[in-house]
């Protein structure tokens, strides 16, 4: 392998991501990039916009880059305020990606999706990955259609994308940018911090969710996996779990019995009716031996544990 470059790195699961890989591969084989100008820590890191093809081209070339982890995107609830800057990062930016994994000849693309790809009309329990698929959101619209892409581009021209559809991702070290599913990890900083919160979605709407380390080893256990092992390319569902505001807020009064939630709900409830209650995973694990550690109690407990250590 050559170098690594991640696109989309400085997000919630790039800042992670980045550290993950340059733990296994030495920083010398990742190359950091995002739109933001400047990162800090000890990475290597350069400015780039995923809509600029020619930029793109350049860094490829000039950094050795043999494989890409594609993480740039504009998210659920973003999306919905810019869908035409959403359509233009999230459906060119993957194109752009796809064109230089071709013209280059590159070794591999990682691209990870969404259960934003399902919409209203889209079964609520157990989901599969083929099934009725309508989603009414920018975001949702534009990673299925980034998902048949490279599917269709590892079949027509035998290039090697893997990707997974994440259900809401919980983590404590990188805030969440702007999902519908932010509200998990704000509940529990609110709770920690000691202050009362206000969520956006009513107590009882459920959605999957998983623990950030879970979803690292995912991305990296799908990356290595013999492709011969591979039944599908780029959207193999991964989950732990399928909470709801109001179950999340009791398993929290566990350990702040004094925390207080008020429930007011507001657009990102409209994404959040859209999207699926649980998800079938089989697939992953049969394929590539997907198997999640935390499940929603242990989860709960290390948030709570290690953001008490961040916050103090
Ligand atoms: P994030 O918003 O935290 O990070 C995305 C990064 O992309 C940001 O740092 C942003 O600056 C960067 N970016 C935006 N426009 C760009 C552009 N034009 N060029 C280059 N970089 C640009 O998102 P995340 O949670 O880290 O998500 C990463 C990927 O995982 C996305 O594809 C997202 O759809 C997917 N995903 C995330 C979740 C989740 O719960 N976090 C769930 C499902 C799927």
Redesign the pocket.
């Known amino acids: 392998m050559g170098t690594i470059l991640i696109?989309?790195?400085?997000?919630?699961?790039?800042t992670e991501l980045s550290e993950h890989l340059i733990s296994k591969y030495g920083s010398e084989k990742v190359l950091v990039?995002?739109?933001?100008s400047e990162a800090s820590g000890d990475i290597r890191y350069t400015r780039?916009?995923?809509?600029d093809l020619d930029k793109i081209m350049k860094v490829i070339k000039e950094n050795d880059i043999t494989d890409i982890f594609h993480?740039?995107?504009?998210?659920s609830a973003t999306g919905e305020k810019d869908p035409f800057l959403t359509f233009n990062?999230n459906l060119m930016?993957t194109q752009n990606m796809y064109t230089v994994v071709k013209k280059l000849n590159l070794n591999k693309l990682f691209?990870?999706?969404?259960?934003?790809v399902y919409g209203p009309t889209t079964p609520k329990d157990m989901v599969p990955e083929d099934t009725v698929i309508r989603p009414a959101t920018m975001?949702g619209i534009t990673?299925i259609s980034a998902e048949m892409l490279g599917e269709y581009y590892s079949k027509k021209f035998g290039m090697d994308v893997r990707g997974l559809r994440?259900?809401?991702?919980i983590s404590y070290k990188?805030p969440?940018?702007?999902?519908t599913?932010d509200y998990a990890v704000d509940m529990i900083i609110h709770a920690v911090k000691g202050e009362d919160y206000t969520c956006y979605l009513k107590q009882d709407t459920e959605m999957p969710m998983m623990y950030m380390p879970d979803a690292l080893d995912a991305v990296i256990d799908l990356y290595e996996a013999p492709r011969s092992n591979l039944t599908r390319s780029t959207d193999y569902n991964v989950g732990s779990y399928s909470i709801t505001p109001a179950s999340l807020y009791e398993e929290i009064k566990k350990y702040y019995p004094e925390f207080r939630v008020e429930y007011k709900p507001d657009y990102r409830q409209d994404i959040a009716d859209g999207w699926p209650h649980s998800i079938d995973f089989t697939k992953a694990q049969r394929d590539w031996n997907f198997k999640p550690k935390y499940d929603f109690q242990r989860t709960v407990k290390d948030m709570v544990l290690n953001l008490k250590r961040k916050l103090k």
Request: hydrophobic share 45%.
């Open positions: 696109t989309g790195g400085l997000g919630q699961i790039g990039s995002d739109i933001k780039l916009d995923v809509a993480l740039a995107a504009i998210l990062v930016g691209i990870p999706s969404t259960i934003g975001y990673k994440f259900p809401g991702l990188f969440p940018t702007a999902g599913t």
